[in-house]
């Protein structure tokens, strides 16, 4: 199952995301992105934390967020909290 993560959904203003079929996969892209981009050390990108923070954000679908077709929900009586 694919897995995919986003800068956006650590908080950056950056369109950059990643998807791919294994943890290596994806925690490879983030950080060669974050060493390019956004100024992280080698060092900062061995840290525990950093990587815990990544593995989090981590979505696993069989489609990527973006291709989702939406549902219409309107004839439900569920109201969203």
């Known amino acids: 199952m694919a897995m995919t993560i986003a800068c956006a959904d650590m908080g950056y203003s950056c369109g950059y995301e ?3 079929e294994d ?3 994806i925690l490879s892209g983030v950080k060669h992105h974050s060493l390019e981009f956004h ?3 080698e060092k900062e990108l061995e840290e525990v934390d950093a990587v815990e923070q990544w593995k989090g954000a981590i979505r696993q679908a069989s489609r990527p967020g973006t291709s989702r077709t939406p ?3 309107s004839d439900r ?3 969203p909290h």
Do not use: F, K
């Open 77 to 79: 009586d569920v109201i």
């Open 18 to 20: 990643v998807t791919g």
């Open 71 to 73: 549902r219409d929900e």
């Open 39 to 41: 100024g992280y050390t």
């Open 23 to 25: 943890l290596g996969q």
